[in-house]
């Protein structure tokens, strides 16, 4: 059987290119191994799918290659996703700056690309595995478990390693390096923090409570709020400063952003002598959390008796808490994978290998991973849209 375009991935990416591509009249087949398209759509966000965020700037994304998504990314920017969803009457909200949400399912989205893809003439094969990829004089063999079929153009849209229980594998980075070309070393991103044992223990009483924090490492800072876990540390802080964290370095923690402690107390000790260390940070932290911090870093006393070094080293404890990970939670949690495909590899305009016509790599299988808060579905839809105007 023939089609002028065989997508193998029925997620976000693949989804939104086979619709692109059908609407401009090619014949496309979407093939899966899962038993349902958009998987991870609709786990996403809490079930809530936050699909796309107005602020998606290329600064938004990781890559060694980091002008690479500029392209796609001005061509259709979160507006135009946007549009989409409001004339499919879906409706959404802004839980943070910039990051939408459904306000009902993520289903909603799955069901919007299906319709999509319905409309435009597209072909869904789901539960069926793709064995081989093989090219031949003008075009490509794609030989699966139940047919063969040949086209002109194969995109491969499969994702990358997060969330294997969603049945994540490395096909993608398996038939670039088949077809020559480089795929970048991955690792798991936007994933939760392990500890060591001893820190791990100490932390255990506070597994539940989350606190606004900044984080920071290599360079990179975020204001977000922290998760403290029976694991480690989760939370939107330390999945987003994940991305750029490598196992040995140190996460700078301050609990207290916005205050300055060491002046604050100061000020507590002249004005209430006989106030705690533990009083004032129930001000500011949850209980559990102060008491905590004093038991640790605090003098079994009034703040009268704390000198300026007490003070100073205090303060330093909690608004520059030095952290070092034991590592990640890995891929089994994590949102995203980061490597893949090295997109010096491929064109910009339109996602297809330089090397190698007729062969596109789309969404999560490119090196090119986004911030946490939608940056990484804009790039699915932006990528697929390219890929889908070429094909």
Known sequence: ???????????????MCAATAGYRGRRVLVLD??????????????????FTNLNSTPSQFLSANPRFCISALKRYPPQAFLELVERHGIAYEEKAPGQLFCQGRAREIVDMLLTECDWAGVEIRMKTSVETAEQKADHYLVATDHDRFTTESLVIATGGLSIPTMGATPFGYRIAEHF???????????????????????????A???????????GMRFAEPMLFTHRGLSGPAMLQISSFWQPGDPLIIDLLPGHDLAEELGERRRERPQGTLQQYLAEH???????????????DSSLQEYGNA????????????????????????????????????????????????????????????????????QWAWASGVAAGQAV
């Open 285 to 299: 932290l949850p209980k559990r959390l102060a008491q905590v911090l004093a038991e640790w870093h605090g003098k």
């Open 310 to 377: 007490d003070i100073e080293r205090v303060a330093a404890a909690i608004q520059r808490w030095q952290v070092s990970p034991a590592g990640t939670e890995g891929y089994r949690t994590a949102e995203v994978t980061l490597g893949g495909v090295d997109t010096r590899a491929l064109s910009s305009q339109t996602m297809e290998a330089r090397d190698q016509p007729g062969l596109f790599f789309i969404g999560e299988v490119v090196d090119v991973t986004g911030h946490l808060g939608g940056h990484n579905f």
């Open 1 to 15: 059987m023939h089609y002028d375009v065989v997508i193998i991935g029925a997620g976000a990416a693949g989804l």
């Open 180 to 206: 020559g070309l480089p795929v970048l070393p991955t690792r798991a991103g936007l994933v939760p923090f392990t500890l060591h044992p001893d820190l791990k223990s100490r932390l255990a009483p506070l």
């Open 33 to 50: 191994h899962a038993r349902k398209a958009g998987q991870k759509i609709l786990m996403s966000g809490g079930g809530r799918c936050n």
């Open 208 to 218: 539940g409570i989350s606190v606004p924090v900044t984080v920071s490492c290599r």
